[in-house]
């Protein structure tokens, strides 16, 4: 249905006598089903009575009828042939704007068909409007709830200029427009507030007013309270023809253990671009974990004058994502398990007569096994013809317990978790085995829902997940355990990005949030195809990749890139002074522990030769995808004019298109501008991107390829685990997928100590994984740890509610 | 603040000259803030341009000045004393209304005062409207956004009228008026269609009008998509002193392990009340675990022509309470094993000078630290002032690995999770131990949820749990961990109820759903509250019981209607003639298997024996508690005329004030306008509610009383961990909470086989356990399990989901 238009136009006719109720019934109930777009009310007019008329909504109203006086309607017969006035007025309107719909289908949906068929007639005669245009015309016939086609038209032909404007009005409605975004002004204080206090004090715009804003239809909405919506992805069918706006990533150099400021940059650029150069921008932002929340990390909704708010529903549970991952997952693990045990304790004939059941006599396969019997090559549909080998292999998973791969998730930093015994309760017959809980963003499904780019993607890639390797070799899928569609009927809200807003009322999307390491670390396609359809040809969509540029910005080129179809124009590579100056040599620096005073004094030499080390570096990784790159000094308090004015020189000097220095923290969008203008510049320059690998290469060679071309090592080395994976991977046809390093983010090289821009040294390959349903083999450089721990003072300490206001304390 | 109605008025005045685009930023944040009910645009004449006049919504415009024009405005001056137009015609309004304000405060803001200064003087001088009235006029200040007082009172005299019908208009709408319910029309078909199939069938209004059809206003609403919706808990607050409606408890016989279909009769019901009565009413249900869902039982949303629709969000994630619950009780969770953890490992001086750091050189102790201190009796703020025995007792829980009560819980029917062991990771240092998950549902957090009736009461609730058992024997709560405020911060939209709809598009409040065994199982005080205010003084609130009456109806009374403080008016009391044959002698029913012909034949001689032991028994139960009962006999299509009329026949014999047949599953209302008609008439007849038990009687004996009179036991027999037990939570304080019987459903004694109404047994106490933040005892009568399983064909093996329509399939 990609293409259609969906000009949804029901016509209310009468086959029978109705009463005035069930009329007017009738009208209340399309008056408020949004999926009906005009109204035309065929009816005889006896029937058309004044409380009839005035229960049509005007704006539904298509031809004007209900601005009229009754004895003003004239009546016609409609006889084969006869071109209804509304027929040919809807044909005038869609002909004025004949090229935003080439190509598309109109849809027109007629009580029995007569809008239609009249249409149907124009077109067959005249010709030139089918073929002209290269329309497909869809006609559907759509029943009424008992009403059907009167044997007679009654029409105002007074009122065919009403048909004309009503329909304009809802194509242009259907197309793009500059947006008339009212930004939300920020008085910033001195010194600058908490992030919770800077959030309250600012009173967020109705996400339905924010949405129609930026062109959204109140159809495309569904509303979670106040300062959330999710958007529907038919925004996409929508608005096909709409030309992309420019697409910018925020990467950082190697960051301390403290982090620093990617989302704030990215939000604090789109605040500067949208409310102070006016230009349409989206941020597309990873909704956090909320594990880490109540741990040591506090909230992700940026930080300062540079926030997405309310940042306490952007922290907590915000349109439940997450929970319906962590739900899909789980269910997974729990049919894995039970499955298990069903094969141990039942024969092939029991376990058979439970999977396929006789109901009322009759033995048939559900759709989910047919998949499964096409996987075995068994080409039957009788269940009774299968032959005992064919219901063993049919029956038996035969999953090897030692090989599961699927870890069950929580939401929650629960470090008891990591490694755990299940099946001792004796219920489980001895069934016990290790396993572990991940936290939930580190699922599988999480990372599928970043990249795919509809639900049939995303449902057919959690069909596609494998859990684990049966005793003779075979991967075990979720749609073998019968279980995938179950996921996508929990997964079916969660792929509608979320919208909210900025501090300054500019619009955010928040959708999916892998992890860096054993996933790609970037949010959702989606959320970036939506964003970039609102902000149109000259408008700008700002996503950020998770970790340093090595990691986050690599696995947005190679694999989400590659995913989306969609090519970047410019790189914001985000530095402080203070990782600057430790790349350049300066002491450690660790969460919890006062800065050194190397971090706190100018330190001319440190931050220059940070700058020719690490900076320089992810300046050339970038260059070497093919995209402009500006540097975002985010501006601390300390950092001094010198130092500010060397890092945007050197950074200039080492390729950068430009480098500014920014304060979203302290002053908001207006702190940004610089950047934002260099940003704009930078885009409007051509950009040559090209990935770094071809996918045909193989696995080992794709590998190495980043590890000497990004990381600057000298080889790889495989150990024997990691070789046999991929020996393993190959045969079972996985070769042609991109690669997921999971390595540390702390160094460009596996040694979280060696900062700067290390050099000579082999990057030592400790094993091999694969997100077959996500679409990536991720090679494991060191223990990746994925389940956080809670501290000895977990942030939950400061955390109250005042159940008097309402208000939240101690988040930040 | 209970009791405000909160007008709120906003002035804005100057007092300096602000640009026109300074004015018109304020008044569109004004128009969008849903806490300002009207607008007093308190300008000189030069700054009230036209622009800024038609800035101005009209709904908020409370003296018609956006109607006019600016030459017909007058200045005048307001000096000390003068009675604004605009305080008088307030006034005016406010004395009209008095009737329904007695008692309140009314709630003035203004710029700087100058209206409330205007109005206390009126009050001062007249002395009548407060004392008559008995007004409590709290005049607030409120500085809007550094506009203030300015030196003149720009007013038109001529739109006093206009101030007076706002202010009417306004107040009325804060009251309770008649529903004008739109009903949904059904036609039932023949025979009936899936679940699924039907509910898709029909359009459900948008949650917004249904809302306005039954009362709520705008600001009260948070919507969830389109068809459900969070209702906010001011709500209390401005009905307050509007009568509560009828309520009306639906409970039901011992039930086979079909179920007799209890959901579809409080469905139906209310359907009848509604939709064909025209009496306002209310079905108050529970919220359904997923787990089941994708599990055996499938969906909870009633069935047939009686549903919650749509059914598919009922039944999934709904506005994600449990996914809350699940995130709350999880929390704790890790922070047990967590703090142990550091316990076990640090010296108690890195234990102080963690939980109470040192920041910018300054120790203080959080304010939930303060709340232990005081447990502890040390009366010392100064963190430097504790001795080291104070020290020691403050950094230790010092929690007993073998008596914590905490589980972990997923919703989600993972019997692998039943016993596991924990902390096998090298991480954790060996401080392994065994536990177990329950299902979300089972957590004590969701008992609290359907207990709380406040903001306040949930989180103190919250704080009280215990969640084990120290070393030296003391009980350890959420707040000695540090983690109760972040519990209600995870719960802070959860405690809001879910608005939805029947197939009738009658009102439906969703909300919380404890297990029926080991808690209360019942749904939440909270929503019932709501929808009894909602429905007024001849409205039907309708609340379903889990199990049978033996166990819900009992626990209805004893615990949830004493923390609620609501009386019930009438038992409806839920049978089928399969459940009544069985009681009668009839064979096992079970699951699965085909039902035996007893039960498809007719057979009179088993229905009377089951009507004169089972169905009497539990219609004398509900007798004690001086409620008059209704028996709503659910047909099935194979019960004959004859077992029908006898049913009814016997239970009117057996005391039932009324017993009729219900039909609502193949009809809808229309097939339980009986029964709406017998409740109607037997909630006019006065009830004398009595508890069973005084609260203040020894646990045992709370425990024979129930055992006794409702089960028909002779005694009970306590084992020693349960005398145990009693002693210690009496040593504790916990001897006054009332009693929740962990007992199977399906017979009124202990042994499931038994069925009809056993005698002769004395009840088994093996345990007793205690949910001290629920705010109860819970006996364990037998083995209770708290983690369903998959079945070796889980339901999810037909769930789907089509992508290109949306459509699912294969929910029920």
């Known amino acids: 249905m990609a293409g259609?238009?969906?000009l949804n136009i029901t016509?209310?006719?009468?086959?029978?006598?109705?009463?005035e109720d069930e009329i007017v019934e009738e009208v209340l109930k399309l008056n408020e089903d949004p999926r009906v777009h005009g109204i035309?009310?065929?009816?005889?007019?006896?029937?058309l009575t004044t409380r009839v008329l005035e229960t049509l909504k005007p704006e539904k109203d298509i031809d004007g009828i209900s601005d009229l006086n009754i004895g003003r309607l004239v009546r016609g017969d409609l006889s084969k042939g006869f071109v209804s006035p509304l027929a040919s007025a809807v044909l005038d309107v869609l002909e004025k704007h004949d090229a935003p719909l080439e190509g598309k289908t109109v849809l027109l949906v007629g009580g029995e068909g007569r809008v239609g068929s009249a249409l149907q007639c124009l077109i067959e005669r005249s010709g030139m409007v089918a073929l002209k245009n290269n329309w497909n015309l869809e006609i559907l016939q759509r029943q009424v709830c008992g009403f059907s086609v009167s044997d007679h038209l009654v029409h105002n032909f007074l009122s065919l200029n009403n048909v004309v404007r009503s329909c304009s009005r809802w194509i242009q409605g259907q197309q793009y427009r500059p947006w008339r975004l009212r930004s939300l002004k920020l008085q910033p204080l001195t010194p600058v507030p908490s992030d919770i206090e800077i959030s309250r004090a600012q009173i967020p715009k109705p996400v339905n007013q924010l949405a129609e804003e930026v062109g959204l239809l109140p159809e495309e909405l569904e509303a979670y309270?106040?300062?959330?919506?999710?958007?529907?992805?038919?925004?996409?069918?929508?608005?096909?023809?709409?030309?992309?706006?420019?697409?910018?990533?925020?990467?950082?150099?190697t960051p301390t253990p403290l982090g620093e400021g990617?989302?704030?940059?990215?939000?604090?650029?789109?605040?500067?671009?949208?409310?102070?150069?006016?230009?349409?921008?989206?941020?597309?932002?990873r909704q956090p974990s909320q594990g880490p929340t109540f741990g040591v990390k506090?909230?992700?909704?940026?930080?300062?004058?540079?926030?997405?708010?309310?940042?306490e529903e952007f922290n907590l549970h915000l349109t439940g994502d997450i929970h319906a991952i962590t739900a899909a997952n789980n269910l997974v693990a729990a049919a894995i398990d039970a499955r298990m045990l069903h094969e141990a304790t039942q024969s092939d004939k029991a376990l058979f007569n439970r999977l396929v059941p006789s109901v009322n006599g009759v033995r048939k396969f559900s759709p989910i096994q047919f998949s499964r019997l096409q996987r075995l090559g068994i080409d039957k549909t009788n269940p009774a013809s299968l032959t005992p080998e064919e219901v063993t292999s049919f029956v038996r998973l035969d999953l090897d317990p030692s090989k599961i791969t699927w870890q069950r998730v929580v939401d929650t930093n629960d470090r008891f978790l990591r490694k755990i015994t299940v099946g001792q309760a004796n219920t489980e017959k001895g069934q016990i085995r290790e396993t572990g809980f991940d936290i939930a963003v580190a699922s599988e499904i999480m990372a599928i829902l970043a990249l795919a780019d509809s639900l049939e993607d995303m449902k057919n890639r959690l069909a596609r997940m494998v859990v684990g390797t049966s005793r003779s070799g075979q991967p075990v899928t979720t749609e073998d355990l019968g279980v995938s569609g179950a996921l996508t009927v929990l997964m079916k809200d969660a792929i509608k990005p979320t919208l909210m807003q900025t501090l300054e009322g500019t619009p955010v999307f928040v959708h999916a949030g892998p992890f860096a390491n054993i996933a790609h670390g970037n949010s959702s396609v989606l959320a970036d195809k939506l964003a970039l359809k609102l902000v149109g040809r000259d408008g700008f969509v700002v996503t950020e990749a998770g970790f340093g540029a090595d990691i986050g910005m690599e696995k947005f080129f190679n694999i989400k890139c590659r995913a989306s179809g969609l090519r970047p124009n410019v790189v914001v590579l985000v530095a402080t002074i203070r990782a600057l100056k430790m790349h350049g040599g300066g002491p450690n620096v660790s969460a919890g522990a006062p800065l050194p005073k190397e971090y706190i004094d100018e330190n001319l030499s440190l931050v220059a030769a940070g700058c020719h080390s690490n900076l320089k570096k992810q300046i050339q990784i970038a260059h070497l995808f093919g995209i402009p790159v500006v540097v975002a000094l985010n501006v601390f308090k300390t950092d001094t004019q010198a130092e500010i004015d060397l890092v945007c020189e050197i950074a200039k000097g080492c390729g950068a298109s430009d480098a500014v220095p920014c304060n979203h923290w302290a002053q908001g969008g207006r702190g940004s501008i610089k950047l934002a203008q260099a940003v704009n510049e930078a885009?409007?320059?051509?950009?040559?991107?090209?990935?770094?690998?071809n996918i045909e290469m193989p696995i080992a060679d794709k590998i190495r390829t980043i590890a000497q071309k990004v990381y600057g090592a000298d080889d790889i080395e495989l150990s024997p685990a990691a070789k046999d994976k991929i020996d393993y991977y190959n045969q079972q046809g996985y070769g042609l997928l991109p690669i997921c390093m999971a390595k540390t983010h702390l160094s460009l090289s596996h040694m979280?100590?060696?900062k700067g821009a290390p050099t000579g040294f082999v990057l030592p390959i400790r094993d091999v994984r694969a997100s077959i349903g996500a679409g990536f083999i991720y090679p494991l450089v060191g223990t990746m740890s994925t389940m956080p721990g809670l501290p000895t003072r977990p942030c939950f300490y400061d955390i109250d509610l005042d159940p008097v206001t309402g208000e939240i304390t101690g988040l930040f």
Do not use: E, W
């Not at 016509?11 to 009463?19: N, V």
């Not at 035309?40 to 029937?47: G, I, N």
């Open 11 to 19: 016509q209310i006719c009468l086959a029978k006598q109705f009463s």
């Open 40 to 47: 035309y009310l065929h009816l005889p007019s006896a029937a």
């Open 225 to 253: 309270g106040r300062s959330k919506a999710k958007v529907c992805l038919s925004l996409l069918d929508r608005l096909h023809t709409q030309p992309d706006g420019k697409y910018v990533l925020v990467a950082g150099i």
């Open 683 to 693: 885009a409007s320059r051509p950009s040559n991107f090209q990935f770094l690998y």
């Open 752 to 754: 979280p100590d060696k």
């Open 298 to 311: 506090g909230g992700a909704a940026g930080g300062g004058y540079a926030q997405v708010i309310p940042m």
């Open 262 to 285: 990617k989302s704030t940059v990215t939000i604090g650029l789109v605040q500067a671009l949208s409310a102070h150069l006016s230009l349409n921008s989206f941020a597309c932002l």
């Open 4 to 6: 259609k238009i969906g």
